[in-house]
């Protein structure tokens, strides 16, 4: 990895590390939102999971203590928003919460798709705590996603974007299910559905193309 960049390889690892956070603490019983909005402190369990993260990954482990010097950072980062509150994440470029007993990157699967919400940077806080606790009580799909405030290249605009992920694009019962409950959330606006398909053939919007593939 000498040949790699440091600030690239301590994003990546900054990313890694909280994905391994959220996994472990689900599996506990705990979602990292709930801790961090309810001001509760978990910094022991927080530290056991980066010495794990350490064992694990010891070079990512160590880029990232060279950027921020030590484990006690991160944690006053998380607990001040970084990777709970869209506004407030600037080391990634997403958040990611997937509903109780989903297994990680189900959203990776060629069958799955989502319903995409934009919204402007003011609306976008509120909107996903809408949705992700929806998600977390299982009224909604397998995971939800949202941008954040680190500037994305290939965003085209400044507006934010919240997916809504089902299983199985094919469902379209469920797929309709899910939509009417986020017309209950507030989202009354018309919504695209877009298939992992298309996303992975880069598929994206442009005139004259159709690229959702249900709307409502």
Partial sequence: MNDVDPDALADVAYGLFEHMLNIELRDHGYFLFELVEGEVDFKDRFLAIFEKFSSEYPQLAEALIRRFHSPDTIYELIREGEGVTPSKTTRMYWIVQDAPDVLPDAIEDE???????????????????????????????????????????????????????????RDEEDVMRVRERLR?????????????????????SQKGKRVTFYSA
């Fill in 111 to 169: 069958l799955a798709g989502k319903w995409l919400i934009f919204l402007p940077p003011e609306e976008v806080n509120e909107a996903w705590i809408k949705v992700r606790n929806a998600t977390c009580r299982r009224e909604l799909g397998i995971s939800a996603k949202v941008s954040t405030a680190k500037p994305n290249p290939d965003s085209r605009d400044n507006m934010k974007v919240i997916y809504v992920y089902t299983p199985d694009w």
């Fill in 184 to 204: 209950e959330l507030g989202f009354v606006d018309r919504l695209g559905y877009k298939r992992n398909i298309e996303t992975f053939k880069g598929e994206y």
